[in-house]
């Protein structure tokens, strides 16, 4: 079993920066990737970044690279997604979520995470 817990959202302008936060808890977290996802209303819930537990390898989707980093502190257990330049198109809530090994590779795919925290809103005004 592995807990999440999303913190760092808020309000902001466009072009503003964010860091969220992920703690994650749990047993044999070395063997998770952990991934960011986003969901605005009305929407599907699309793939932001992921991250190896190691910190060795990251991927980011389309809409954010360049714009937002993910980093690992393994001494923390705490993942964190740095947004910047952020444009009111970004305005979502923020999940992050656990993907078992089984899953390793298939990034994009939300169902194929086991565990997710509770989100965090980010909303960018213009």
């Known amino acids: 079993q592995v807990q999440l817990v999303e913190t760092g959202g808020g309000l902001v302008q466009s072009g503003a920066s964010l860091r969220l936060s992920c703690v994650v808890s749990?047993?044999?977290?070395?063997?998770?990737?952990i991934g960011w996802f986003r969901q605005a209303p009305g929407k599907d819930r699309d793939f932001v970044a992921v991250?190896?537990?190691?910190?060795?390898?990251?991927y980011y989707g389309d809409s954010v690279k360049g714009r937002f980093t993910i980093s690992i502190d393994n001494a923390k257990n705490t993942v964190y997604l740095q947004m910047n330049s952020l444009k009111p198109e970004d305005t979502a809530v923020y999940y992050c979520?656990?993907?078992?090994?089984?899953?390793?590779?298939?990034?994009?795919?939300?169902?194929?995470?086991?565990?997710w925290g509770q989100g965090t809103q980010v909303t960018v005004s213009s």
């Open positions: 991250i190896t537990w190691s910190g060795m390898s990251t």
């Open positions: 749990g047993r044999a977290l070395s063997t998770y990737d």
């Open positions: 979520a656990a993907q078992p090994p089984k899953y390793s590779g298939n990034y994009i795919y939300p169902q194929l995470y086991d565990y």
